[in-house]
Nanobody, 125 residues
Framework: QVQLVESGGGLVQAGGSLRLSCAAS????????AGWFRQAPGKEREFVAA????????QYADSVKGRFTISRDNAWNTVYLQMNSLKPEDTAVYYC??????????????????WGQGTQVTVSS
């Protein structure tokens, strides 16, 4: 079993930055593909970013490309999401997720086996 705990959310003004962390316990993060998703009120959960087991193949949604950076520190079992140039439309609950398989469909929430509880990010205009 794997437990994921997100932290780092909060309230920030438009143009500001936040760094989210996802700490994993139970198994080492290098066993999983890691992803970040977000869900705004009244909307479906959407893909934000994902990173391979080695950390060499980050993938991003078009809406965050160039502003967000996903990274991982397998020694500390932690995955990060650095969010810069935040916009009000980035406001959502952010979730980290882990996939133990090899589907390659990193942007689909259905393939992830484990999820954190979420952390709120609010960007004011």
């Amino acid at each position: 079993q794997v437990q994921l705990v997100e932290s780092g959310g909060g309230l920030v003004q438009a143009g500001g930055s936040l760094r989210l962390s996802c700490a994993a316990s139970g198994r080492t993060t290098r066993s999983f593909v890691a992803g970040w998703f977000r869900q705004a009120p009244g909307k479906e959960r959407e893909f934000v970013a994902a990173i391979s087991r080695s950390g060499e193949l980050p993938q991003y949604a078009d809406s965050v490309k160039g502003r967000f950076t996903i990274s991982r520190d397998n020694a500390w079992n932690t995955v990060y999401l650095q969010m810069n140039s935040l916009k009000p439309e980035d406001t959502a609950v952010y979730y980290c997720a882990a996939e133990s398989g090899y589907s390659g469909r990193y942007s689909s929430p259905d393939i992830y086996d484990y999820w954190g509880q979420g952390t709120q990010v609010t960007v004011s205009s």
